[in-house]
């Protein structure tokens, strides 16, 4: 390997990577998206239990950059595995309207968010929580 000297990067700004080897001239300068298949990599799943209000759990796997919308759906979708023949069919939007999913302190409630801004991690646990009360009544009394 003569010859050869390690390129160092100087910085990243907008996606596009800078170096300040003599090895490679301004016009060599790449970008970082297209120096690296991203779409190729593989989506680290991660294992979630969830909580139900009768004390119940079952297990989901979403990828690690799943927003809430794709994590509700993969919930939709293992409750509708669990659920046994001749039940009645949930509506969801109903049970969105009503409860949510829970991570420590937080109401996981904004869809176009994603899990890692709230950092939840492999082997975590998330739950239902009450969203709006039962009995709410929007009425405006006198």
């Known amino acids: 390997m003569l010859g050869l000297r ?4 100087e910085a990243c700004i907008c996606g596009t990577a800078y170096s300040s080897s003599p090895l490679l001239q301004p016009e060599e300068y790449y970008s970082v998206r297209e120096s690296f298949a991203y ?3 593989p989506h680290q799943l ?3 239990s969830v909580l139900k209000l009768d004390g119940s759990r079952f297990e989901i796997q979403v990828t690690k950059g799943a927003s809430i919308a794709e994590l509700k759906e993969a919930v ?9 023949e ?6 969801w939007s109903l049970v969105w309207l009503h409860f949510c999913l829970g991570y420590k302190r937080w109401k996981l409630v904004d ?3 994603y899990i890692r801004d709230f950092r939840i991690k492999d082997g975590d646990q998330l739950q239902f929580l009450r969203h709006l009360s039962v009995n709410y009544n929007p009425a405006v009394e006198d």
Do not use: W
């Open 111 to 113: 869809d176009k968010m």
């Open 76 to 84: 939709m979708e293992a409750f509708g595995q669990i659920q046994g």
């Open 6 to 9: 390690p390129v160092f990067l």
């Open 86 to 91: 001749g039940q009645a069919k949930i509506s």
């Open 39 to 41: 779409h190729k990599l």
């Open 46 to 48: 991660l294992n979630l």
